[in-house]
């Protein structure tokens, strides 16, 4: 069936559109006979039949790959007006040209046939709608991706056989340029020092916040590269910021290694559920290419890891260790693990708007695993037994650290001054270049002259107010180290008590000299109550187990101890509460709850609170109300008995119990009275004489 067979009256009152595309910007701009063959597609349509104003030329997707349709618009038109009837033919000059995924090809094609649009290339006309045509299509469809999946695996398989020799060039980070086929340090001074001066800050402030800001207060600039457009492979000078410091630290390329494989592209599904393809860091062990010692670097690879160590546990949204040493009054903020769940513990305050704090392991009951925190102690105690220990271990090595810090305060010193004078320099050479352009230039020619004039101007002025910078910056911070304040520090060294209690040491300071010592600390519960033991491990790998003892609650701390109480329980078997308080005041004791004397309401408060008896009567002696019993009489009868001396009753102390001892002899006398009593038993006679 020939071409013209195929289009009837219904595919020309319809529009034909010609759609054009080329997969990058370079093919566009180098490869134009492609695109030249398209556009004449335009001259095709119109000997088949569609008059000129009925043709539409979708060109909006020059430069986009057809591996997708998320980025095409014009692709997304043209299914639009496919699926609404309004197109009688496409054309293109091959299957790829409209698309390299099976599925929007397939979904293309079915609407096709419902809506009745043929698809023209330079091979033939196709109706999707027939089954052979369909098949056909199908098939081209199916080689264009094929075909996109090889072109990508052979650039892909020469690229990783390029990088497994170290060849295979990519854009260099700064600090770094070609020479030849080799990488090599910029010979430009300034942008070494830049390089160099933010490795040291890390290392000093432990974090790259901390490395921007003190960046910052230094006054100096951070070199940028500029790729495409005017100002390609030039440097641009700038403000350092947080990003470029944590990009920097992460590149291998610094520590002299070559990688390739950092990245990776994965497709994901984006809000609106269309498919992105985005990158993704690569773990360092699956990296596909590593040369260690490739070119020179600014840092070794030890130091590049640790780096990298240090990066990761300063991370706060993570269950890692230590964390940088940061404000606050928790001295083992970020150094604690619990021993029961293995995680970070945290800092909570508690009591009275939060001014007591405590550390607390919570993951447990944040996962719903308990109904409560696994650890909750008060950072008080904690802190002073680590503080003791730590000052005990510090003291034999004041002397040597106190030099060492010296030593790298000047050091730090002079490569400030350095970068500065990098800084001056290249001023100075601005001014050069700006007067020998000047001189150079016709005096006739005023328009030019005026001009390089100018900027000879605006450039010894910059070179002025950069060495009024930094002679303010040079009074402000960089201040020369005395004889005199050698020998202050040496003497302060000596006493390093003194310099952990001072005023001008701040937590910080105190938290980054203990991460120096110590790697972290497990806390576990002890086997008695209150009492908790620390797990040190030493930066060293040595480990010290530490017992400390929790603060007691209030009412257990007035609470009189267990042996105060069994003194009382002893005494009691003999003496009254008077002799008992007598007795205690002799051995000193005081009250815990006033630090008064004792006195007798507190002996029958914890004779009541313990159930300690009051002194028994002596053996075989009877109280008032055990004669009351025995004889069936009332107690104002008894105590008629002791009063008048009819029975013997002994009394301790006014007031106290009496112990009445009753014989055979007495007890039928007092029977035989109680009988003959006409008191007691008045229905009988009195008894006469």
Same mark, same amino acid.
């Given at each position: 069936m020939t071409?013209m067979s195929k289009i009837?009256?219904?595919?020309?009152?319809r529009q034909?559109?010609?759609?054009?595309?080329?997969s990058?910007l370079?093919?566009v701009?180098?490869n134009q006979e492609s695109?030249?063959r398209q556009?004449?597609?335009l001259?095709k349509?119109r000997?088949?039949?569609w008059n000129?104003?009925q043709?539409?030329?979708l060109?909006?997707d020059l430069g986009?790959?057809?591996?997708?349709?998320?980025?095409?618009a014009d692709?997304?038109?043209?299914?639009?007006?496919?699926?609404m009837?309004?197109?009688g033919?496409?054309f293109?000059?091959?299957a790829?040209?409209?698309?390299?995924?099976?599925?929007?090809w397939h979904r293309?094609?079915?609407?096709?046939a419902?809506?009745?649009?043929?698809?023209i290339?330079?091979?033939?006309?196709?109706?999707?709608?027939e089954?052979?045509d369909?098949l056909?299509l199908g098939?081209?469809?199916t080689?264009a991706?094929?075909?996109?999946h090889?072109?990508?695996a052979r650039l892909h398989?020469g690229?990783?056989?390029?990088a497994s020799?170290?060849?295979l060039?990519?854009?260099?980070?700064v600090?770094f340029v070609f020479e030849?086929?080799?990488i090599?340090l910029?010979?430009?001074?300034?942008?070494?020092?830049?390089?160099?001066?933010?490795?040291d800050?890390?290392?000093?402030?432990?974090?790259?916040y901390g490395?921007v800001?003190?960046?910052q207060?230094l006054?100096?600039?951070f070199?940028r590269r500029?790729y495409g457009?005017?100002?390609?492979?030039?440097?641009?000078?700038g403000r350092?910021?947080h990003?470029r410091v944590?990009?920097?630290?992460?590149?291998?390329s610094?520590a002299?290694?070559y990688?390739?494989?950092r990245?990776?592209?994965?497709k994901?599904?984006?809000?609106?559920g !269309?498919?992105?393809?985005?990158?993704?860091?690569v773990?360092?062990?699956?990296w596909r290419?590593?040369?260690?010692?490739h070119? !020179?670097g600014y840092i070794d690879?030890?130091?590049?890891?640790?780096?990298?160590?240090?990066?990761?546990?300063?991370?706060?949204?993570?269950d890692?260790l230590?964390?940088?040493?940061?404000?606050?009054l928790?001295?083992?903020?970020g150094?604690?693990l619990?021993?029961e769940?293995?995680?970070?513990?945290?800092v909570r305050y508690k009591?009275?708007g939060?001014?007591?704090?405590?550390?607390?392991?919570l993951?447990k009951?944040?996962?719903?695993?308990t109904?409560?925190?696994?650890?909750?102690?008060s950072?008080?105690?904690?802190?002073n037994v680590?503080?003791?220990?730590?000052?005990?271990?510090i003291?034999?090595?004041?002397?040597?650290?106190?030099?060492?810090?010296l030593t790298?305060?000047e050091e730090r010193d002079?490569?400030?001054?350095a970068?500065w004078?990098r800084?001056i320099?290249?001023a100075?050479?601005d001014?050069d270049?700006?007067?020998r352009r000047?001189?150079?230039v016709?005096?006739g020619n005023?328009?030019?002259?005026?001009?390089?004039e100018q900027r000879?101007?605006?450039?010894m002025?910059?070179l002025h107010?950069?060495?009024?910078e930094?002679?303010a910056?040079?009074?402000q911070?960089?201040?020369?180290?005395?004889?005199?304040?050698?020998?202050?520090i040496?003497e302060l060294?000596?006493?390093f008590p003194r310099?952990w209690?001072a005023?001008t040491?701040?937590?910080?300071?105190?938290?980054?000299?203990?991460r120096?010592l110590?790697?972290?600390?497990t806390?576990t519960k002890?086997p008695?109550?209150?009492?908790?033991?620390l797990?040190?491990?030493?930066q060293?790998?040595e480990?010290e187990?530490?017992?400390v003892p929790?603060?007691?609650k209030?009412a257990?701390?007035?609470?009189?101890?267990?042996p105060f109480?069994?003194?009382?329980r002893?005494l009691?078997v003999n003496h009254?509460d008077?002799?008992?308080?007598?007795l205690?005041?002799n051995?000193?004791?005081?009250?815990?709850t006033t630090?008064?004397p004792?006195t007798?309401?507190?002996?029958?408060?914890?004779?009541y609170?313990?159930?300690?008896?009051?002194?028994?009567p002596p053996e075989?002696?009877?109280?008032?109300?055990?004669v009351r019993?025995r004889?069936?009489?009332s107690?104002s009868?008894v105590?008629?008995?002791?009063?008048r001396g009819?029975i013997p009753?002994l009394?301790?102390?006014p007031?106290?119990p009496?112990a009445i001892?009753?014989?055979n002899e007495l007890?039928?006398?007092?029977r035989?009275w109680i009988a003959?009593s006409?008191?007691?038993?008045?229905s009988?006679?009195?008894?006469?004489?």
């Amino acid at each position: 069936m020939t071409m013209m067979s195929k289009i009837a009256d219904r595919h020309l009152s319809r529009q034909a559109c010609i759609y054009i595309r080329q997969s990058t910007l370079a093919q566009v701009r180098s490869n134009q006979e492609s695109t030249d063959r398209q556009y004449n597609l335009l001259n095709k349509a119109r000997s088949l039949g569609w008059n000129p104003e009925q043709i539409r030329i979708l060109d909006r997707d020059l430069g986009q790959s057809g591996a997708a349709a998320t980025k095409r618009a014009d692709f997304k038109t043209l299914v639009g007006d496919v699926a609404m009837g309004q197109i009688g033919a496409i054309f293109a000059l091959e299957a790829s040209r409209l698309a390299r995924s099976n599925q929007d090809w397939h979904r293309l094609l079915e609407l096709c046939a419902i809506t009745g649009t043929l698809v023209i290339d330079e091979d033939g006309c196709y109706d999707p709608a027939e089954f052979n045509d369909s098949l056909v299509l199908g098939m081209k469809g199916t080689f264009a991706q094929a075909e996109l999946h090889i072109i990508r695996a052979r650039l892909h398989g020469g690229k990783l056989n390029k990088a497994s020799r170290g060849e295979l060039r990519f854009p260099l980070p700064v600090g770094f340029v070609f020479e030849g086929d080799k990488i090599a340090l910029d010979p430009d001074q300034e942008v070494q020092g830049a390089v160099r001066m933010v490795f040291d800050l890390f290392e000093r402030e432990g974090t790259a916040y901390g490395a921007v800001r003190r960046f910052q207060e230094l006054g100096l600039r951070f070199p940028r590269r500029s790729y495409g457009g005017a100002w390609n492979g030039k440097l641009l000078w700038g403000r350092l910021t947080h990003s470029r410091v944590l990009g920097i630290l992460a590149n291998p390329s610094y520590a002299g290694a070559y990688v390739f494989g950092r990245y990776q592209s994965s497709k994901q599904v984006g809000p609106s559920g !269309e498919i992105v393809t985005r990158l993704r860091p690569v773990p360092q062990k699956a990296w596909r290419v590593v040369i260690r010692d490739h070119h !020179e670097g600014y840092i070794d690879w030890d130091r590049f890891v640790a780096n990298r160590h240090r990066l990761s546990a300063n991370r706060t949204n993570v269950d890692s260790l230590a964390g940088p040493a940061r404000e606050g009054l928790c001295l083992l903020q970020g150094m604690l693990l619990c021993g029961e769940c293995g995680r970070r513990l945290t800092v909570r305050y508690k009591g009275n708007g939060g001014l007591y704090p405590m550390y607390q392991c919570l993951w447990k009951h944040r996962e719903g695993l308990t109904s409560r925190a696994c650890l909750d102690v008060s950072s008080t105690p904690l802190d002073n037994v680590i503080t003791d220990r730590a000052v005990n271990a510090i003291t034999p090595m004041t002397i040597e650290l106190a030099l060492a810090a010296l030593t790298s305060l000047e050091e730090r010193d002079r490569e400030i001054g350095a970068q500065w004078r990098r800084r001056i320099e290249r001023a100075r050479y601005d001014v050069d270049l700006a007067e020998r352009r000047y001189e150079a230039v016709d005096p006739g020619n005023r328009l030019i002259a005026a001009t390089l004039e100018q900027r000879w101007n605006e450039a010894m002025q910059r070179l002025h107010d950069l060495e009024a910078e930094l002679a303010a910056f040079e009074r402000q911070v960089m201040r020369a180290v005395t004889a005199e304040q050698k020998r202050q520090i040496l003497e302060l060294a000596g006493d390093f008590p003194r310099l952990w209690a001072a005023s001008t040491t701040t937590p910080r300071d105190r938290k980054r000299i203990l991460r120096l010592l110590v790697r972290d600390i497990t806390v576990t519960k002890g086997p008695e109550p209150k009492v908790v033991r620390l797990h040190v491990r030493w930066q060293g790998g040595e480990i010290e187990t530490l017992r400390v003892p929790l603060p007691q609650k209030r009412a257990d701390a007035i609470r009189y101890p267990t042996p105060f109480v069994e003194r009382i329980r002893q005494l009691a078997v003999n003496h009254h509460d008077d002799e008992i308080v007598t007795l205690l005041r002799n051995e000193g004791h005081k009250s815990t709850t006033t630090g008064r004397p004792i006195t007798s309401g507190t002996i029958k408060w914890l004779r009541y609170k313990h159930r300690i008896q009051a002194p028994q009567p002596p053996e075989g002696s009877l109280s008032v109300r055990q004669v009351r019993e025995r004889y069936d009489v009332s107690l104002s009868v008894v105590h008629y008995w002791i009063d008048r001396g009819i029975i013997p009753a002994l009394q301790r102390k006014p007031n106290a119990p009496y112990a009445i001892t009753i014989d055979n002899e007495l007890d039928r006398r007092l029977r035989e009275w109680i009988a003959n009593s006409a008191h007691l038993h008045p229905s009988f006679p009195t008894p006469t004489a």
